[in-house]
């Protein structure tokens, strides 16, 4: 069965820093691109970042571009996601994915580690 | 800023067929990529429901079914049934923005 148990999530300031971790099972973690995805309250979904089997590609959408980094370790089985310059508007859900990447769709999603930037 | 635009909401009686649009442009699914649709129930994570335009993974009833047409695709539910009462994104990629785009997402609500 495949499986995606975020954590990491909290509260934290603006300004400041935070990483969020997944752990995956189920499935050959170094075969796959894996993406983040967040959620604000009461809002949409809206695709984060994504990263390559070996780790040497990432992508992120424009908005996070220079204040977040996506990273993996395949011998962990585990995503990461640095957050840092922390804004309000970064307050959501992100939801960990395994990405398909060929095909330009998430296929398993995990349950979520809620992120609230507030002072 | 969602790039893919859906009805914020559509509603209808159990049994009765709904559809939901997706519009997007030449950047996104008029350039050829497909569209996949994803279902979130209340408090919970989205699940795929149609991936590759047309396609159900396993599990999903054949109740629902997508289709793409120049820069839009659309979402139909036939024999709407109380438990499809939830939240549904389209999402495409989009080669102006190197990236995925989701919908605004859709409402379902059955009466």
């Known amino acids: 069965e495949v499986q995606l148990v975020e954590s990491g999530g909290g509260l934290v300031q603006p300004g400041g820093s935070l990483r969020v971790s997944c752990v995956v099972s189920g499935f050959r973690f170094s075969n796959y691109w894996m993406s983040w995805v967040r959620q604000a309250p009461g809002k949409g979904l809206e695709w984060v970042a994504n990263i390559k089997q070996d780790g040497s590609e990432q992508y992120y959408v424009d908005s996070v571009k220079g204040r977040f980094i996506i990273s993996r370790d395949n011998a962990e089985n585990s995503l990461y996601l640095q957050m840092n310059s922390l804004r309000a508007e970064d307050t959501a859900m992100y939801f960990c994915?395994?990405?398909?990447?060929?095909?330009?769709?998430?296929?398993?999603w995990g349950q979520g580690t809620l992120v609230t930037v507030s002072s | 800023q969602s790039v893919l635009t859906q009805p914020p909401s559509v509603s209808g009686a159990p049994g009765q067929r709904v559809t939901i649009s997706c519009t997007g442009s030449?950047?996104?699914?008029?350039?050829?990529?497909?569209v996949h649709w994803y279902q979130q129930l209340p408090g919970t994570a989205p699940k795929v429901l149609i991936y590759?335009?047309?396609n159900r993974p396993s599990g999903v009833p054949d109740r629902f079914s997508g289709s793409k047409s120049g820069t839009s695709a659309s979402l139909a539910i036939t024999g709407l049934q109380a438990e499809d009462e939830a939240d549904y994104y389209c999402q495409s990629y989009d080669s102006s923005l190197s990236g995925y785009v989701f919908g605004t997402g859709t409402k379902v609500t059955v009466l």
């Open positions: 590759g335009n047309i």
């Open positions: 994915a395994r990405d398909r990447a060929w095909e330009y769709y998430v296929d398993y």
């Open positions: 030449s950047s996104n699914i008029g350039a050829g990529y497909d």
